[in-house]
């Protein structure tokens, strides 16, 4: 198993550029999330999706757009890039049902808008 | 709503022990500790999930005062290893089940 794997591992984006941060998961995986890291901050939520079809708003959703077309897939689109959205973006994935599961971490896309 | 976490710095000797807090105004479902290594992803440690549940890994183990939603993570005879930045997550009951809200974190240095 790959687990949760991210592309690019670096951008480096102009105000304005549109891009799309690419994640995927082979673990059949139905929650989904996307979160960016800030110094200080801590993980915050952006969007998640508790399955194909189904995506919702985290803490921190303005300037990014998601959809969840397959379980495997979940990309995160800035349609506009403003140097504010310069971070590190981890995606993750979780099992779903009863119990208690562990929530698994892509390695990161550090992104940088100028 | 995210979780408040002390203290957000800690340095240590090697060998010596530590606490780390994690507290929630809202009633939790569970709560999930994480540590980053600097410039890698948060790699899992445990889940809590009743009320006064306890948890080990190796030499460090959590608990959860479900009624305080409360929860503190001991590490014992901390290692050089251990050092780096611990995040608790929390899931409240009520809300969208699955999602994780994380706290700011706790930085901690293992020195020789």
């Known amino acids: 198993n790959a687990g949760v794997t991210q592309t690019p591992k670096f951008q480096v984006l102009k105000t304005g550029q549109s891009m799309t941060l690419q994640c995927a998961q082979d673990m059949n995986h139905e929650y989904m999330s996307w979160y960016r890291q800030d110094p200080g901050m801590g993980l915050r939520l952006i969007h998640y999706s508790v399955g194909a079809g189904i995506t919702d708003q985290g803490e921190v959703p303005n300037g990014y757009n998601v959809s969840r077309s397959t379980t495997e897939d979940f990309p995160l689109r800035l349609l506009s890039a403003a140097p504010s959205q310069t971070s590190v973006y981890f995606c993750a994935s979780r099992a779903t049902g009863t119990g208690a599961n562990e929530q698994f971490f892509g390695p990161g896309t550090r992104l940088t808008v100028l | 709503q995210q979780p408040v976490q002390s203290p957000q710095a800690v340095i240590l000797r090697e060998g010596e022990d530590a606490v780390i807090n994690c507290s929630s105004s809202k009633a939790l479902y569970s709560v999930h500790w994480y540590r980053q290594k600097h410039g890698e992803a948060p790699v899992f440690l445990m889940i809590l999930l009743k009320g006064g549940e306890q948890k080990g890994h190796e030499k460090i183990s959590a608990s959860f005062n479900e009624k305080k939603q409360q929860s503190s993570l001991y590490l014992t005879a901390s290692q050089l290893s251990y050092s780096g930045t611990y995040f608790c997550?929390?899931?409240?009951?009520?809300?969208?089940?699955?999602?994780?809200?994380f706290g700011k974190g706790t930085l901690l240095t293992v020195n020789p």
């Open positions: 997550g929390t899931e409240m009951r009520g809300g969208s089940n699955y999602k994780l809200t």
